[in-house]
Protein backbone atom coordinates (compact mmCIF):
# COMPACT_ATOMS: atom_id res chain seq x y z
CA UNK A 1 0.00 0.00 0.00
CA UNK A 2 1.40 3.63 -1.05
CA UNK A 3 1.72 5.75 1.76
CA UNK A 4 -0.92 8.96 0.95
CA UNK A 5 1.59 11.45 1.56
CA UNK A 6 3.98 9.49 -1.91
CA UNK A 7 1.12 10.12 -4.07
CA UNK A 8 0.86 13.13 -6.88
CA UNK A 9 -2.23 13.38 -8.92
CA UNK A 10 -1.86 16.15 -11.63
CA UNK A 11 -2.98 17.50 -15.05
CA UNK A 12 -1.32 18.46 -17.87
CA UNK A 13 -3.27 21.98 -19.48
CA UNK A 14 -2.11 24.12 -22.40
CA UNK A 15 -3.29 24.99 -25.66
CA UNK A 16 -3.67 22.80 -28.38
CA UNK A 17 -0.65 22.06 -30.12
CA UNK A 18 1.49 22.66 -27.45
CA UNK A 19 3.20 19.14 -26.91
CA UNK A 20 0.75 17.61 -23.85
CA UNK A 21 0.12 14.43 -25.59
CA UNK A 22 3.84 13.85 -26.64
CA UNK A 23 5.40 15.13 -23.24
CA UNK A 24 3.16 12.21 -21.63
CA UNK A 25 4.66 10.02 -23.91
CA UNK A 26 7.91 11.00 -22.41
CA UNK A 27 6.85 10.42 -18.91
CA UNK A 28 5.56 7.11 -19.53
CA UNK A 29 8.82 6.20 -21.25
CA UNK A 30 11.02 7.27 -18.69
CA UNK A 31 9.13 5.55 -15.42
CA UNK A 32 9.22 2.66 -17.19
CA UNK A 33 5.11 2.55 -17.78
CA UNK A 34 5.76 0.95 -21.28
CA UNK A 35 8.85 -0.49 -22.75
CA UNK A 36 9.78 0.83 -25.76
CA UNK A 37 8.47 -1.85 -28.48
CA UNK A 38 5.12 -0.57 -26.87
CA UNK A 39 6.26 3.13 -27.28
CA UNK A 40 3.98 4.84 -30.00
CA UNK A 41 3.62 8.63 -30.83
CA UNK A 42 0.74 9.80 -28.42
CA UNK A 43 0.38 6.66 -26.70
CA UNK A 44 -2.71 8.17 -24.37
CA UNK A 45 -4.72 9.32 -27.61
CA UNK A 46 -6.42 6.22 -27.97
CA UNK A 47 -8.98 6.99 -30.29
CA UNK A 48 -8.21 6.69 -34.24
CA UNK A 49 -9.99 9.65 -34.76
CA UNK A 50 -7.53 11.49 -32.10
CA UNK A 51 -4.74 10.16 -33.96
CA UNK A 52 -5.77 10.67 -37.18
CA UNK A 53 -6.81 14.77 -36.34
CA UNK A 54 -3.69 14.70 -34.20
CA UNK A 55 -5.83 16.27 -31.56
CA UNK A 56 -6.73 14.64 -27.85
CA UNK A 57 -10.65 14.53 -27.54
CA UNK A 58 -10.85 12.46 -23.88
CA UNK A 59 -9.08 13.17 -21.07
CA UNK A 60 -6.50 9.87 -20.47
CA UNK A 61 -5.32 8.68 -16.98
CA UNK A 62 -2.32 6.71 -16.24
CA UNK A 63 -0.32 5.70 -12.97
CA UNK A 64 3.51 5.69 -13.30
CA UNK A 65 6.33 4.93 -10.53
CA UNK A 66 8.81 6.83 -10.45
CA UNK A 67 11.68 6.72 -7.59
CA UNK A 68 13.15 10.05 -6.42
CA UNK A 69 16.83 10.83 -5.96
CA UNK A 70 16.10 10.62 -2.38
CA UNK A 71 15.22 7.06 -2.68
CA UNK A 72 11.45 6.95 -2.41
CA UNK A 73 8.88 5.44 -4.63
CA UNK A 74 5.95 8.09 -5.92
CA UNK A 75 3.08 6.74 -7.25
CA UNK A 76 2.39 9.97 -9.95
CA UNK A 77 -1.28 9.93 -11.52
CA UNK A 78 -1.39 12.00 -14.70
CA UNK A 79 -4.18 13.41 -16.68
CA UNK A 80 -3.48 14.49 -20.19
CA UNK A 81 -5.81 16.34 -21.37
CA UNK A 82 -7.57 18.49 -24.33
CA UNK A 83 -6.51 21.61 -25.69
CA UNK A 84 -9.64 22.40 -28.12
CA UNK A 85 -12.08 25.11 -26.46
CA UNK A 86 -15.05 22.35 -27.00
CA UNK A 87 -13.57 19.78 -24.88
CA UNK A 88 -13.15 22.06 -21.96
CA UNK A 89 -15.72 19.97 -20.21
CA UNK A 90 -13.22 17.33 -19.45
CA UNK A 91 -10.03 19.75 -18.92
CA UNK A 92 -12.55 21.13 -15.90
CA UNK A 93 -13.15 17.54 -15.00
CA UNK A 94 -9.71 16.38 -14.92
CA UNK A 95 -8.71 19.08 -12.62
CA UNK A 96 -11.60 18.33 -9.95
CA UNK A 97 -9.71 14.88 -9.78
CA UNK A 98 -6.40 16.20 -9.30
CA UNK A 99 -4.21 18.75 -6.58
CA UNK A 100 -1.55 19.93 -9.31
CA UNK A 101 -0.96 20.83 -12.47
CA UNK A 102 1.40 21.50 -14.70
CA UNK A 103 1.13 24.75 -17.10
CA UNK A 104 3.09 23.53 -20.82
CA UNK A 105 3.79 26.68 -22.64
CA UNK A 106 5.17 26.02 -26.10
CA UNK A 107 8.61 28.22 -26.37
CA UNK A 108 8.09 29.25 -29.79
CA UNK A 109 4.44 30.60 -29.86
CA UNK A 110 4.39 31.69 -26.26
CA UNK A 111 1.01 32.13 -23.95
CA UNK A 112 -2.21 31.02 -25.99
CA UNK A 113 -5.67 32.11 -25.46
CA UNK A 114 -6.42 28.48 -24.20
CA UNK A 115 -3.45 28.26 -22.06
CA UNK A 116 -4.66 31.22 -19.84
CA UNK A 117 -8.24 29.55 -19.88
CA UNK A 118 -7.14 26.63 -18.52
CA UNK A 119 -4.90 28.53 -16.29
CA UNK A 120 -7.98 30.08 -14.61
CA UNK A 121 -9.64 26.92 -14.57
CA UNK A 122 -6.83 25.73 -12.50
CA UNK A 123 -6.51 28.75 -10.48
CA UNK A 124 -10.48 27.99 -10.06
CA UNK A 125 -9.88 24.27 -8.63
CA UNK A 126 -7.22 25.85 -6.16
CA UNK A 127 -4.51 23.78 -7.62
CA UNK A 128 -0.79 24.20 -7.31
CA UNK A 129 0.79 25.16 -10.43
CA UNK A 130 4.29 24.49 -12.40
CA UNK A 131 5.15 26.54 -15.33
CA UNK A 132 6.72 24.56 -18.13
CA UNK A 133 8.89 25.33 -20.75
CA UNK A 134 7.87 23.13 -24.01
CA UNK A 135 9.71 22.77 -27.51
CA UNK A 136 13.10 23.82 -26.49
CA UNK A 137 14.72 21.59 -28.73
CA UNK A 138 13.30 23.78 -31.73
CA UNK A 139 15.75 26.50 -33.20
CA UNK A 140 12.90 29.38 -32.98
CA UNK A 141 12.01 28.85 -29.09
CA UNK A 142 12.72 31.86 -27.22
CA UNK A 143 12.52 30.96 -23.43
CA UNK A 144 13.43 34.43 -21.71
CA UNK A 145 10.44 36.01 -23.59
CA UNK A 146 8.77 33.05 -23.13
CA UNK A 147 9.53 33.13 -18.99
CA UNK A 148 8.57 36.83 -19.40
CA UNK A 149 4.79 36.89 -21.10
CA UNK A 150 3.77 33.79 -18.51
CA UNK A 151 4.55 36.02 -15.99
CA UNK A 152 2.66 39.22 -17.61
CA UNK A 153 -0.22 37.54 -19.06
CA UNK A 154 -1.10 34.13 -16.67
CA UNK A 155 0.47 36.05 -13.26
CA UNK A 156 2.66 32.85 -12.65
CA UNK A 157 6.48 33.74 -11.32
CA UNK A 158 8.42 31.75 -14.15
CA UNK A 159 11.70 32.94 -13.59
CA UNK A 160 12.48 29.27 -12.44
CA UNK A 161 10.04 27.55 -14.91
CA UNK A 162 11.87 24.05 -16.30
CA UNK A 163 12.62 23.69 -20.06
CA UNK A 164 11.78 20.18 -21.08
CA UNK A 165 11.60 18.76 -24.66
CA UNK A 166 8.11 16.36 -25.32
CA UNK A 167 10.24 15.20 -28.46
CA UNK A 168 13.85 14.55 -27.35
CA UNK A 169 12.94 14.00 -23.70
CA UNK A 170 15.42 16.61 -22.44
CA UNK A 171 14.41 18.31 -19.12
CA UNK A 172 12.56 15.19 -18.38
CA UNK A 173 14.08 13.96 -14.98
CA UNK A 174 14.35 17.14 -13.67
CA UNK A 175 10.54 17.81 -14.61
CA UNK A 176 9.48 14.55 -12.58
CA UNK A 177 11.54 15.48 -9.74
CA UNK A 178 9.95 19.22 -9.33
CA UNK A 179 6.73 17.29 -9.54
CA UNK A 180 7.59 14.96 -6.57
CA UNK A 181 9.13 18.05 -4.50
CA UNK A 182 6.64 20.93 -5.68
CA UNK A 183 3.22 19.63 -6.64
CA UNK A 184 1.08 18.68 -3.19
CA UNK A 185 0.07 15.11 -2.55
CA UNK A 186 -4.01 14.14 -1.53
CA UNK A 187 -5.66 15.27 0.91
CA UNK A 188 -8.25 12.55 2.54
CA UNK A 189 -9.35 10.59 5.52
CA UNK A 190 -8.32 6.85 5.47
CA UNK A 191 -10.57 6.38 8.42
CA UNK A 192 -13.64 7.70 6.90
CA UNK A 193 -16.42 6.16 5.21
CA UNK A 194 -15.73 5.46 1.47
CA UNK A 195 -15.81 8.38 -0.68
CA UNK A 196 -15.09 8.11 -4.15
CA UNK A 197 -15.82 11.15 -7.01
CA UNK A 198 -16.88 9.39 -10.31
CA UNK A 199 -14.76 11.01 -12.68
CA UNK A 200 -15.75 9.72 -16.04
CA UNK A 201 -16.92 6.42 -17.67
CA UNK A 202 -17.48 4.68 -21.18
CA UNK A 203 -18.85 1.73 -22.37
CA UNK A 204 -16.71 -1.55 -23.22
CA UNK A 205 -18.64 -4.34 -25.30
CA UNK A 206 -16.89 -6.80 -22.90
CA UNK A 207 -16.71 -5.55 -19.76
CA UNK A 208 -19.87 -3.30 -19.80
CA UNK A 209 -19.34 0.00 -17.92
CA UNK A 210 -16.14 1.17 -16.70
CA UNK A 211 -16.32 3.83 -14.28
CA UNK A 212 -12.65 5.81 -13.44
CA UNK A 213 -12.87 6.83 -9.88
CA UNK A 214 -10.59 9.47 -7.88
CA UNK A 215 -10.77 7.70 -4.23
CA UNK A 216 -11.30 11.24 -1.67
CA UNK A 217 -12.04 8.94 1.41
CA UNK A 218 -11.59 5.42 2.66
CA UNK A 219 -11.09 2.89 0.41
CA UNK A 220 -12.87 0.83 -3.19
CA UNK A 221 -12.04 -2.81 -2.68
CA UNK A 222 -12.59 -5.67 -5.17
CA UNK A 223 -16.32 -7.56 -3.48
CA UNK A 224 -17.29 -4.35 -1.60
CA UNK A 225 -20.94 -3.78 -2.26
CA UNK A 226 -21.07 0.50 -3.22
CA UNK A 227 -23.99 2.80 -3.16
CA UNK A 228 -24.20 5.64 -6.23
CA UNK A 229 -25.70 8.67 -3.64
CA UNK A 230 -27.19 11.01 -7.02
CA UNK A 231 -29.22 7.73 -8.18
CA UNK A 232 -29.26 5.17 -5.34
CA UNK A 233 -28.60 2.39 -7.44
CA UNK A 234 -26.17 -0.17 -5.47
CA UNK A 235 -24.07 -2.93 -7.23
CA UNK A 236 -20.68 -5.06 -5.99
CA UNK A 237 -17.35 -4.13 -7.24
CA UNK A 238 -16.14 -7.23 -9.61
CA UNK A 239 -13.27 -5.81 -10.98
CA UNK A 240 -10.91 -3.16 -10.03
CA UNK A 241 -7.38 -1.35 -11.12
CA UNK A 242 -5.57 1.02 -12.68
CA UNK A 243 -4.10 2.24 -15.80
CA UNK A 244 -0.53 2.23 -16.66
CA UNK A 245 -1.75 3.01 -19.50
CA UNK A 246 -2.68 -1.37 -19.80
CA UNK A 247 -5.58 -2.13 -17.65
CA UNK A 248 -3.46 -3.84 -14.26
CA UNK A 249 -5.90 -5.56 -11.53
CA UNK A 250 -5.48 -4.91 -7.68
CA UNK A 251 -7.58 -6.02 -4.88
CA UNK A 252 -8.22 -2.04 -3.62
CA UNK A 253 -8.08 1.18 -4.53
CA UNK A 254 -6.63 3.48 -1.49
CA UNK A 255 -6.97 7.51 -0.50
CA UNK A 256 -6.00 9.37 -2.75
CA UNK A 257 -5.51 7.06 -5.42
CA UNK A 258 -7.03 7.10 -9.16
CA UNK A 259 -8.53 3.89 -11.11
CA UNK A 260 -11.30 2.03 -12.50
CA UNK A 261 -14.33 -0.25 -11.16
CA UNK A 262 -16.15 -2.11 -13.15
CA UNK A 263 -19.33 -3.25 -11.11
CA UNK A 264 -21.46 -5.27 -14.58
CA UNK A 265 -23.57 -2.25 -14.55
CA UNK A 266 -25.61 -2.64 -17.59
CA UNK A 267 -27.83 -0.18 -17.27
CA UNK A 268 -26.15 3.37 -18.25
CA UNK A 269 -28.86 5.51 -16.24
CA UNK A 270 -27.64 4.61 -13.02
CA UNK A 271 -24.25 6.33 -13.80
CA UNK A 272 -23.61 10.28 -13.71
CA UNK A 273 -20.09 11.84 -13.54
CA UNK A 274 -19.58 13.68 -10.61
CA UNK A 275 -22.00 11.37 -8.71
CA UNK A 276 -20.00 10.28 -5.54
CA UNK A 277 -19.84 6.55 -4.79
CA UNK A 278 -20.09 5.31 -1.04
CA UNK A 279 -20.24 1.84 1.06
CA UNK A 280 -23.75 0.35 1.12
CA UNK A 281 -23.60 -0.89 4.09
CA UNK A 282 -21.49 2.14 6.01
CA UNK A 283 -22.33 5.12 3.83
CA UNK A 284 -20.94 8.76 3.91
CA UNK A 285 -22.97 11.66 5.25
CA UNK A 286 -22.38 13.92 2.50
CA UNK A 287 -21.62 13.91 -0.96
CA UNK A 288 -18.98 15.35 -2.92
CA UNK A 289 -19.27 18.43 -4.87
CA UNK A 290 -19.16 16.80 -7.93
CA UNK A 291 -18.63 18.75 -11.10
CA UNK A 292 -20.93 22.01 -12.00
CA UNK A 293 -22.98 20.33 -15.03
CA UNK A 294 -22.03 21.51 -18.93
CA UNK A 295 -24.11 23.68 -20.53
CA UNK A 296 -24.70 23.17 -24.37
CA UNK A 297 -24.32 25.81 -26.44
CA UNK A 298 -24.87 24.80 -30.07
CA UNK A 299 -28.03 22.09 -30.70
CA UNK A 300 -28.70 20.38 -34.47
CA UNK A 301 -30.79 17.82 -34.62
CA UNK A 302 -29.63 14.51 -36.04
CA UNK A 303 -31.68 11.85 -38.37
CA UNK A 304 -30.68 8.49 -39.67
CA UNK A 305 -31.30 8.11 -43.19
CA UNK A 306 -32.33 4.44 -43.24
CA UNK A 307 -35.58 5.25 -40.43
CA UNK A 308 -34.82 1.44 -39.53
CA UNK A 309 -31.24 2.99 -38.23
CA UNK A 310 -33.10 4.63 -35.04
CA UNK A 311 -33.18 2.20 -32.44
CA UNK A 312 -29.53 1.56 -33.14
CA UNK A 313 -28.86 5.25 -33.36
CA UNK A 314 -30.27 5.99 -30.07
CA UNK A 315 -28.64 3.54 -28.60
CA UNK A 316 -25.22 4.56 -29.79
CA UNK A 317 -26.05 7.71 -28.87
CA UNK A 318 -26.78 6.65 -25.16
CA UNK A 319 -23.27 5.05 -25.36
CA UNK A 320 -21.44 8.09 -26.27
CA UNK A 321 -23.26 10.23 -23.55
CA UNK A 322 -21.98 7.61 -20.72
CA UNK A 323 -18.54 8.26 -22.41
CA UNK A 324 -18.84 12.42 -22.81
CA UNK A 325 -20.86 14.09 -20.12
CA UNK A 326 -20.54 17.34 -22.18
CA UNK A 327 -23.15 15.60 -25.00
CA UNK A 328 -26.87 15.55 -24.45
CA UNK A 329 -30.27 14.55 -26.19
CA UNK A 330 -33.72 14.21 -26.63
CA UNK A 331 -36.28 12.91 -28.96
CA UNK A 332 -37.27 14.43 -32.28
CA UNK A 333 -39.85 13.85 -34.87
CA UNK A 334 -40.00 15.61 -38.60
CA UNK A 335 -42.15 15.19 -40.93
CA UNK A 336 -39.58 15.40 -43.64
CA UNK A 337 -36.97 13.10 -41.87
CA UNK A 338 -38.54 11.19 -39.59
CA UNK A 339 -37.64 10.12 -35.80
CA UNK A 340 -34.48 11.68 -34.73
CA UNK A 341 -32.09 13.37 -31.56
CA UNK A 342 -32.23 16.67 -30.80
CA UNK A 343 -28.60 16.79 -29.81
CA UNK A 344 -26.87 19.99 -27.81
CA UNK A 345 -22.72 19.92 -28.01
CA UNK A 346 -20.30 22.69 -26.52
CA UNK A 347 -19.33 23.55 -30.27
CA UNK A 348 -19.46 22.79 -33.83
CA UNK A 349 -15.93 20.51 -33.72
CA UNK A 350 -17.50 18.87 -30.61
CA UNK A 351 -20.87 18.31 -32.56
CA UNK A 352 -18.25 17.07 -35.80
CA UNK A 353 -16.82 14.73 -33.50
CA UNK A 354 -19.94 13.16 -32.26
CA UNK A 355 -21.26 12.55 -35.89
CA UNK A 356 -18.10 11.29 -37.13
CA UNK A 357 -17.83 8.69 -33.88
CA UNK A 358 -21.39 7.53 -34.36
CA UNK A 359 -20.68 7.01 -38.04
CA UNK A 360 -17.61 5.03 -37.18
CA UNK A 361 -18.29 3.29 -34.20
CA UNK A 362 -21.72 2.42 -35.00
CA UNK A 363 -21.75 2.44 -38.44
CA UNK A 364 -24.64 5.04 -38.84
CA UNK A 365 -25.47 7.41 -41.84
CA UNK A 366 -26.73 10.63 -40.48
CA UNK A 367 -28.24 13.75 -41.45
CA UNK A 368 -27.81 17.10 -39.51
CA UNK A 369 -30.15 20.10 -39.19
CA UNK A 370 -28.62 23.77 -39.46
CA UNK A 371 -27.02 23.78 -36.36
CA UNK A 372 -28.26 26.86 -33.96
CA UNK A 373 -27.89 28.07 -30.12
CA UNK A 374 -30.52 28.73 -27.35
CA UNK A 375 -32.70 31.50 -27.43
CA UNK A 376 -34.74 32.86 -24.69
CA UNK A 377 -38.12 34.00 -25.43
CA UNK A 378 -40.09 37.11 -23.58
CA UNK A 379 -43.54 36.15 -24.19
CA UNK A 380 -46.42 38.89 -23.56
CA UNK A 381 -47.86 37.10 -20.37
CA UNK A 382 -44.64 37.29 -18.39
CA UNK A 383 -43.86 33.31 -19.77
CA UNK A 384 -40.29 32.53 -20.27
CA UNK A 385 -39.10 30.33 -22.73
CA UNK A 386 -36.52 28.62 -24.16
CA UNK A 387 -35.90 27.49 -27.87
CA UNK A 388 -33.87 25.31 -28.66
CA UNK A 389 -34.68 24.79 -32.40
CA UNK A 390 -36.59 27.57 -34.73
CA UNK A 391 -39.43 24.77 -35.38
CA UNK A 392 -41.01 24.83 -32.29
CA UNK A 393 -41.23 29.27 -32.37
CA UNK A 394 -44.52 30.13 -31.25
CA UNK A 395 -46.56 32.85 -33.21
CA UNK A 396 -44.03 36.29 -33.49
CA UNK A 397 -47.32 38.11 -32.07
CA UNK A 398 -47.45 36.56 -28.70
CA UNK A 399 -43.37 37.66 -28.12
CA UNK A 400 -42.48 40.20 -26.43
CA UNK A 401 -38.53 39.98 -26.81
CA UNK A 402 -35.91 37.80 -28.07
CA UNK A 403 -32.48 37.09 -26.49
CA UNK A 404 -29.58 35.85 -27.90
CA UNK A 405 -26.31 34.46 -25.32
CA UNK A 406 -23.62 36.74 -26.02
CA UNK A 407 -20.07 35.50 -25.08
CA UNK A 408 -16.11 37.06 -24.01
CA UNK A 409 -13.61 36.29 -26.19
CA UNK A 410 -9.97 37.14 -25.86
CA UNK A 411 -7.84 36.67 -29.22
CA UNK A 412 -4.34 36.89 -28.95
CA UNK A 413 -1.72 37.33 -32.37
CA UNK A 414 0.70 39.44 -33.68
CA UNK A 415 0.44 42.83 -33.96
CA UNK A 416 0.39 42.94 -37.80
CA UNK A 417 -2.74 41.17 -37.61
CA UNK A 418 -4.70 42.84 -35.22
CA UNK A 419 -6.82 44.98 -38.40
CA UNK A 420 -8.04 42.03 -40.13
CA UNK A 421 -9.18 40.20 -37.18
CA UNK A 422 -10.73 43.28 -35.87
CA UNK A 423 -12.62 43.66 -39.16
CA UNK A 424 -14.19 40.61 -38.99
CA UNK A 425 -15.34 40.72 -35.15
CA UNK A 426 -17.21 44.43 -36.24
CA UNK A 427 -18.48 42.51 -39.19
CA UNK A 428 -19.84 39.80 -36.45
CA UNK A 429 -21.76 42.45 -34.53
CA UNK A 430 -19.10 42.24 -31.98
CA UNK A 431 -18.15 45.18 -29.01
CA UNK A 432 -14.59 45.69 -28.24
CA UNK A 433 -14.11 45.92 -24.74
CA UNK A 434 -10.03 45.35 -24.22
CA UNK A 435 -6.87 46.02 -25.95
CA UNK A 436 -3.33 45.14 -24.50
CA UNK A 437 0.03 44.06 -25.33
CA UNK A 438 2.54 41.75 -24.49
CA UNK A 439 5.83 42.10 -26.46
CA UNK A 440 5.11 42.13 -30.27
CA UNK A 441 1.67 40.24 -29.38
CA UNK A 442 -1.85 42.12 -29.19
CA UNK A 443 -4.43 40.77 -26.69
CA UNK A 444 -8.17 41.78 -28.20
CA UNK A 445 -11.16 41.18 -25.80
CA UNK A 446 -14.53 41.30 -27.60
CA UNK A 447 -17.97 41.14 -26.47
CA UNK A 448 -20.22 38.46 -29.61
CA UNK A 449 -23.05 36.89 -30.15
CA UNK A 450 -22.64 33.35 -29.31
CA UNK A 451 -24.53 32.33 -33.03
CA UNK A 452 -22.10 34.81 -35.12
CA UNK A 453 -19.10 32.84 -33.38
CA UNK A 454 -20.01 28.72 -33.83
CA UNK A 455 -20.33 28.72 -37.42
CA UNK A 456 -17.02 29.62 -39.51
CA UNK A 457 -15.82 32.51 -36.87
CA UNK A 458 -12.21 30.40 -35.51
CA UNK A 459 -11.36 29.12 -39.68
CA UNK A 460 -12.31 33.07 -40.18
CA UNK A 461 -9.72 34.11 -37.27
CA UNK A 462 -6.56 31.23 -37.90
CA UNK A 463 -6.74 32.53 -41.83
CA UNK A 464 -7.11 36.07 -41.16
CA UNK A 465 -4.09 35.74 -39.46
CA UNK A 466 -1.79 33.12 -40.97
CA UNK A 467 -2.41 30.31 -38.44
CA UNK A 468 -1.31 32.70 -35.64
CA UNK A 469 -3.69 33.70 -33.86
CA UNK A 470 -5.50 31.90 -30.44
CA UNK A 471 -8.88 32.38 -29.62
CA UNK A 472 -10.86 31.14 -26.37
CA UNK A 473 -14.49 32.35 -25.34
CA UNK A 474 -16.54 32.00 -22.00
CA UNK A 475 -20.56 32.61 -22.03
CA UNK A 476 -21.49 36.00 -20.33
CA UNK A 477 -25.31 35.50 -20.55
CA UNK A 478 -28.02 36.83 -22.47
CA UNK A 479 -28.90 40.40 -24.06
CA UNK A 480 -32.36 41.25 -25.98
CA UNK A 481 -31.37 41.62 -30.15
CA UNK A 482 -33.24 42.11 -33.17
CA UNK A 483 -33.89 38.21 -34.15
CA UNK A 484 -36.30 36.65 -36.81
CA UNK A 485 -36.85 33.14 -37.91
CA UNK A 486 -36.54 32.75 -41.64
CA UNK A 487 -38.93 30.15 -43.02
CA UNK A 488 -37.99 28.13 -46.63
CA UNK A 489 -40.98 27.32 -48.68
CA UNK A 490 -41.48 25.14 -51.47
CA UNK A 491 -44.27 25.07 -53.92
CA UNK A 492 -45.89 27.57 -51.18
CA UNK A 493 -45.20 25.07 -48.38
CA UNK A 494 -43.26 25.38 -45.50
CA UNK A 495 -40.32 22.82 -45.09
CA UNK A 496 -39.80 23.12 -41.26
CA UNK A 497 -36.12 21.53 -40.90
CA UNK A 498 -34.65 23.91 -43.25
CA UNK A 499 -35.84 26.97 -40.84
CA UNK A 500 -33.40 28.96 -39.28
CA UNK A 501 -32.89 31.82 -36.69
CA UNK A 502 -30.48 34.89 -37.22
CA UNK A 503 -30.14 38.60 -36.89
CA UNK A 504 -32.39 40.61 -39.12
CA UNK A 505 -29.36 42.26 -41.04
CA UNK A 506 -28.27 38.77 -42.12
CA UNK A 507 -31.57 36.91 -42.65
CA UNK A 508 -32.13 38.07 -46.23
CA UNK A 509 -28.28 36.90 -47.60
CA UNK A 510 -28.50 33.66 -45.68
CA UNK A 511 -32.40 33.11 -46.86
CA UNK A 512 -30.88 33.68 -50.28
CA UNK A 513 -28.00 31.47 -50.29
CA UNK A 514 -30.07 28.39 -48.74
CA UNK A 515 -32.92 28.76 -52.19
CA UNK A 516 -29.84 29.35 -54.43
CA UNK A 517 -29.00 26.32 -52.91
CA UNK A 518 -31.80 24.21 -53.20
CA UNK A 519 -32.81 25.34 -56.68
CA UNK A 520 -29.49 23.30 -57.74
CA UNK A 521 -31.02 20.60 -55.53
CA UNK A 522 -34.19 19.81 -56.40
CA UNK A 523 -35.20 18.17 -59.43
CA UNK A 524 -37.43 19.72 -62.13
CA UNK A 525 -41.09 18.59 -62.33
CA UNK A 526 -43.88 18.91 -65.02
CA UNK A 527 -44.94 22.42 -63.56
CA UNK A 528 -42.63 25.65 -62.13
CA UNK A 529 -41.76 25.54 -58.48
CA UNK A 530 -41.18 28.21 -56.47
CA UNK A 531 -38.16 28.55 -53.67
CA UNK A 532 -39.02 31.09 -51.36
CA UNK A 533 -37.38 32.27 -48.06
CA UNK A 534 -39.55 34.60 -45.83
CA UNK A 535 -39.83 36.60 -42.65
CA UNK A 536 -43.43 35.46 -41.48
CA UNK A 537 -45.24 36.44 -44.53
CA UNK A 538 -42.91 39.14 -45.88
CA UNK A 539 -40.82 37.16 -49.11
CA UNK A 540 -37.21 38.03 -48.92
CA UNK A 541 -35.70 35.72 -51.18
CA UNK A 542 -36.99 33.85 -54.43
CA UNK A 543 -35.61 31.32 -56.84
CA UNK A 544 -38.11 29.16 -59.27
CA UNK A 545 -36.85 25.49 -60.86
CA UNK A 546 -38.23 25.87 -64.46
CA UNK A 547 -40.41 23.25 -65.62
CA UNK A 548 -40.23 20.60 -67.99
CA UNK A 549 -41.58 21.16 -71.33
CA UNK A 550 -43.18 19.22 -74.28
CA UNK A 551 -43.37 20.69 -77.49
CA UNK A 552 -47.09 20.29 -77.47
CA UNK A 553 -46.67 21.78 -81.17
CA UNK A 554 -44.59 20.00 -82.90
CA UNK A 555 -47.60 18.40 -84.67
CA UNK A 556 -48.72 21.55 -85.89
CA UNK A 557 -46.80 22.55 -89.52
CA UNK A 558 -48.21 25.04 -91.73
CA UNK A 559 -51.55 26.21 -91.11
CA UNK A 560 -53.16 29.13 -88.81
CA UNK A 561 -51.17 30.22 -85.70
CA UNK A 562 -54.29 30.49 -83.62
CA UNK A 563 -53.99 26.31 -83.51
CA UNK A 564 -50.73 26.63 -82.09
CA UNK A 565 -51.77 28.89 -79.32
CA UNK A 566 -54.93 27.11 -78.27
CA UNK A 567 -52.44 24.22 -77.51
CA UNK A 568 -50.03 26.48 -75.78
CA UNK A 569 -52.79 28.06 -73.42
CA UNK A 570 -54.19 24.22 -72.86
CA UNK A 571 -50.61 23.17 -71.64
CA UNK A 572 -50.55 26.48 -69.68
CA UNK A 573 -53.96 25.85 -67.78
CA UNK A 574 -52.54 22.07 -67.44
CA UNK A 575 -49.54 23.09 -65.08
CA UNK A 576 -51.12 25.54 -63.55
CA UNK A 577 -53.96 22.60 -62.44
CA UNK A 578 -50.88 20.43 -61.70
CA UNK A 579 -49.17 22.81 -59.42
CA UNK A 580 -51.89 23.03 -57.08
CA UNK A 581 -52.53 19.47 -56.91
CA UNK A 582 -48.79 18.42 -57.53
CA UNK A 583 -46.21 17.30 -54.52
CA UNK A 584 -42.43 18.51 -54.81
CA UNK A 585 -41.00 15.43 -53.63
CA UNK A 586 -37.68 16.54 -52.06
CA UNK A 587 -34.78 14.46 -52.38
CA UNK A 588 -32.79 12.86 -49.21
CA UNK A 589 -29.74 14.02 -50.99
CA UNK A 590 -31.29 17.66 -51.57
CA UNK A 591 -32.39 18.15 -47.53
CA UNK A 592 -28.19 16.53 -46.66
CA UNK A 593 -26.99 19.20 -48.94
CA UNK A 594 -28.48 22.20 -48.02
CA UNK A 595 -28.37 21.44 -44.33
CA UNK A 596 -24.47 21.31 -44.80
CA UNK A 597 -22.81 24.27 -43.28
CA UNK A 598 -20.86 26.27 -45.98
Same mark, same amino acid.
Given at each position: ????? =????????????????????????????????????? %????????????????????????????????????????????????????? *???????????????? /?? /??? *??????????????????? &???? #?????????? &??????????????????????? @??? +????????????????????????? !???? #???????????? $??????????????????????????????????? *????????? &???????????????????????????????????????? !???????? $?????????????????????????????????????????????? #??????????????? %??????????????????????????????????? @????????? @????????????????????????????????????????????????? #??????????????????????????????? =??????????????????????????? +????? /???? @????????????????????? $???????????????? +????????????????????????????????
Amino acid at each position: MMNQK =NIRNFSIVAHIDHGKSTLSDRLIEYTGGLQSREMKAQ %VLDSMDIERERGITIKAQTVRLNYTARDGQTYQLNLMDTPGHVDFSYEVSRSL *ASCEGALVLVDATQGV /QA /QTL *ANAYLALDNDLEMLPVLNK &IDLP #SSDVVATREQ &IADVIGLDASNALCVSGKTGDGV @PEL +LEEIVTKLPGPRGDENAPTRALLVD !SWYD #SYLGVVILVRVV $DGKLSRGQKIRFMATGAEYTVDKIGYFTPKMVDVD *ALNTGEIGF &IITGMKTIHDCKVGDTITDARVAAADALPGFKPSVPVVFS !SFFPVEAD $DYPAFREGAEKLALNDASFVFTTEKSSALGFGLRCGFLGLLHMEII #SERLTREFGLNLINT %VPSVLYRLHLRGGDVMDLENPADMPDPTRIEMIEE @PWVRATIMM @PEKYMGGIMGLCAERRGVQENISYVGNRAVLVYKLPLAEIVFDFYDRVK #SLSSGYASFDYVLQGYEPSDLVKVSILVNEE =NVEPLSFMCHRSAAEKRGRQIVERLKD +LIPRH /QFKI @PLQAAIGGKIIARETIAAYRK $DVTAKCYGGDITRKRK +LLEKQKEGKKRLRSFGNVEIPQSAFINALKVS
